[in-house]
Every structure is written in C-alpha cells, then in structure tokens.
C-alpha cells in the first residue's frame, strides 16, 4: 500500500498567478500521476510524473502550464500556472503501487481544492 | 476505447435501505474493475475490485459481481448507513494500461 499527502489542502488563488502543489508518498515507486477534478465531474489524468525525465502529458495538458518535477522516487510536484477561473478544480496526485497479494493498485492523496478569483 | 457509464446521481435513499448504483463498460480485451469511494473533503478510496468474469468483489457491506455477458459492474449494498454518504466511482483497466478509466461518479446522500 501507500500514504500519500498532499500540501496545500485548499487555496484561493487570483487569476494570473501560479500554485505549486506538492505531493509526498510514504515508500518509493515507481509511477506518479497527477490528476484533475473539475466540479460534478470525474478525474481527467493531466500527466504521469517520470523520475529523472520529463513528465508525459494527456491530451489537452502541456507542459507550459502545468509544469512537474518529479526529483526522486517519493515526491512530485505540479504547478498551474497563469492561473484562470476555469483552472478552479481537485488536483489530485496518485501512485501505483504493491496491494494485496502480488496485484498493483491506484492510491491517492486528499486532493488539493483549487479556487480562482 | 475505453469507457464507463455509471448512473447519474445524486441517489437519495434513507438509512437501511437498499442500494444499487449501475456500471457498464467497454473495454479492449479482458478488464479488471474497480469501485473507488470519495468522502467529502477527501481522496479516492479503492473500495473493492474484481479481476476476471464472474470474480465477486466485497468490503464493508458493499458488493459488485464482474459481468462479462451484460459488462456490468453493479455495485450493492443490503443496508446504507449515513456514513456511506459520498461520491462513488466505477472504473476499469484494461489492454495492458496501468491507468484507470473512470466514471463520472454517483453521489450517494443517506438521510437519517
């Protein structure tokens, strides 16, 4: 299993500036994941964070506005950048990692509430 | 593709009632599914999953049988608690990805 938190739980943010959310995992793995949750909706995955090269983006999300360091294997971060009301979501972090038995699994951290003014 | 369909909620039921929220699915080759649980204020849970056709998964009175012949995933409860209250996600993994296809999400509301 794993236990993941994230910082900051919440944040209200005006438009035109960035928020750099981080995410921490309890033992090292292999993949990350950051995901989206806009209002009502289900999670949109943004983009995998790889250790020691570039994040692999989703259709629709690039690396300009949502940049990702991905340092080791037990952290990761994202940052929306230039920030717009539309940006307003749950960002969600998420590893796969060893459950029950010899199967792989998705955790995820609480999720970071996003609001911009 | 991939894809899942749930119910559109929100499902408002009263405490000790009966449960059922749908899933269907499409999927390339043989899925494994899944149902994550979100609290209020909180993350995904995976709250049970099953691997192959006919595979019942089961945790803390909820159920969900993988049906190949209808691909469903109907997930059930005998008797619903106001702590069950919370959004509920079906999901699948499937032709050799490692990451889930999610539904849009039920919301469960249990009155006292």
Redesign the interface.
């Known amino acids: 299993s794993a236990v993941?938190s994230?910082k900051p739980s919440r944040d209200i943010c005006q438009r035109g500036t960035s928020l750099t959310i981080q995410c921490q995992v309890d033992s090292q793995v292999t993949?990350m994941?950051w995901y989206r949750q806009q209002p009502g909706?289900?999670?949109t995955?943004i983009a995998?964070a790889n250790q020691g090269s570039e994040a692999t983006y989703e259709s629709g999300f690039v690396i300009d506005k949502f940049p990702i360091s991905r340092p080791n294997l037990t952290f990761s971060t994202l940052t929306v950048s230039n920030m717009s009301p539309e940006d307003s979501s749950i960002y969600?972090c998420s590893v796969?990692a060893k459950?029950g038995g010899f199967?792989?699994?998705?955790?995820?951290?609480?999720?970071t509430?996003l609001t911009v003014t | 593709g991939n894809s899942v369909t749930q119910m559109e909620g929100p499902v408002t039921l009263s405490e000790e009632a009966f449960l059922t929220i749908n899933c269907t699915y499409t999927a390339t080759g043989y899925p494994s599914l899944f149902w994550y649980v979100q609290y209020p204020g909180e993350g995904l849970q995976l709250l049970l999953k099953a691997t192959k056709a006919d595979d019942k998964g089961s945790n803390k009175g909820f159920e969900a049988t993988y049906r190949k012949e209808t691909t469903s995933f109907h997930l059930e409860k005998g008797s619903v608690q106001v702590s069950d209250s919370a959004v509920y996600f079906c999901a699948l993994i499937s032709g050799g990805s490692y990451i889930p296809t999610f539904g849009r999400g039920t919301s469960l509301i249990v009155h006292p």
């Open positions: 993941i994230q993949m994941f909706q289900s999670l995955l995998t969600l796969e459950g199967t792989y699994e998705q955790y995820f951290g609480p999720g509430r």
